[in-house]
C-alpha cells in the first residue's frame, strides 16, 4: 500500500495563478483531510470530506475550493495564488466508524511545498 | 471548542536524558488524545493515542503518556533520549464521536551528543 500520496511535492506559483493540488489515498478511508502548516501555529484544517461527493469548510478556508469525485481522491485548488498561501500543505485521510484500532487515527501525506512570489 | 497548548516550542536534551514534553487540552467531552511525530520534510505519524481505558498509554520509540483528566494533561515522555528521536512533535485532540482533529502548535525536540 502507498498510503497517501500527494502531487506536487514541490510548487512555485506567482501571485495570481492558479493550481490544484492533488492527494490520493488507497486505504478506502471515507474521511480526507487538507491541512497548512505553518511555523509556530501547527495544522490548521482547510476543507475536509466525509465521503465520496461531500467537502466542508474548515478552519481556514477562504482562497481555497475543494473536491471529492472519488472515494480516493481529494483535491485541493488554488483560484488565485496570494502570498499569503505559501506555506506546506498537508493531506490526510481517517477511517470512520468501524475501523477498528486505526479509527480515529489520521494518515499524512509527504506534504506539498508551496511558495507565492 | 476545544484546544490544544503545547508548553514550549522548542526543548533541547543531551542523549540519555530524559524527555518530557508537555500538551494541555480543554474539551466539553471526553477526548480522544494523540501525539504525532514529524521527522523532517515528512507527514506527520501517529505516536501513540488514548481513547478510552488505561490512562498510561505506549506508543512507538519507546514513548508513552499518561492522560490525566484531572490536570486536562496528555504529557509525552521516554526515559532515555536517541538522537533519532529529534523531531517535532504534535499533540492533538477530537472529540469522542467526532472525526475533526485538532492539533497543538508543535514542539520541536532537538538531542545533543
Known amino acids: 500500500n502507498a498510503g497517501v500520496t500527494q502531487t506536487p511535492k514541490f510548487r512555485v506559483l506567482k501571485t495570481g495563478q492558479s493550481m490544484t493540488l492533488l492527494c490520493a489515498q488507497d486505504m478506502n478511508h471515507e474521511y480526507m483531510y487538507w491541512y497548512r502548516q505553518d511555523p509556530g501555529m501547527g495544522l490548521r484544517l482547510i476543507h475536509y470530506?466525509?465521503?465520496?461527493?461531500?467537502?466542508a469548510k474548515g478552519e481556514v478556508p477562504d482562497g481555497y475550493n475543494v473536491s471529492r469525485l472519488k472515494k480516493q481522491n481529494f483535491l485541493l485548488g488554488l483560484e488565485s495564488a496570494a502570498p499569503s498561501q505559501t506555506s506546506v500543505y498537508f493531506c490526510?485521510?481517517?477511517?470512520?466508524?468501524?475501523?477498528?484500532?486505526?479509527?480515529?487515527?489520521?494518515?499524512f501525506g509527504p506534504g506539498t511545498r508551496l511558495t507565492v512570489l | 471548542a476545544q484546544s490544544v497548548t503545547q508548553l514550549g516550542s522548542h526543548v533541547s536534551v543531551s542523549e540519555g536524558a530524559l524527555v518530557l514534553l508537555r500538551c494541555n487540552y480543554s474539551?466539553?467531552?471526553?477526548?480522544?488524545l494523540f501525539w504525532y511525530v514529524q521527522y523532517p520534510n515528512q507527514g506527520l505519524q501517529l505516536l501513540l493515542k488514548?481513547?478510552?481505558?488505561?490512562?498510561l498509554v505506549k506508543g512507538i520509540n519507546g514513548f508513552e503518556a499518561e492522560f490525566k483528566k484531572s490536570e486536562t494533561s496528555f504529557h509525552l515522555t521516554k526515559p532515555s533520549a536517541h538522537m533519532s528521536d529529534a523531531a517535532e512533535y504534535f499533540c492533538a485532540v477530537m472529540n469522542t464521536g467526532g472525526f475533526k482533529t485538532i492539533f497543538g502548535a508543535g514542539t520541536r525536540l532537538f538531542v545533543k551528543a
Open positions: 474539551s466539553s467531552v471526553p477526548p480522544y
Open positions: 490526510a485521510s481517517s477511517t470512520g466508524a468501524g475501523g477498528g484500532k486505526s479509527m480515529n487515527e489520521q494518515f
Open positions: 488514548y481513547t478510552t481505558g488505561a490512562t
Open positions: 470530506s466525509v465521503g465520496e461527493g461531500t467537502t
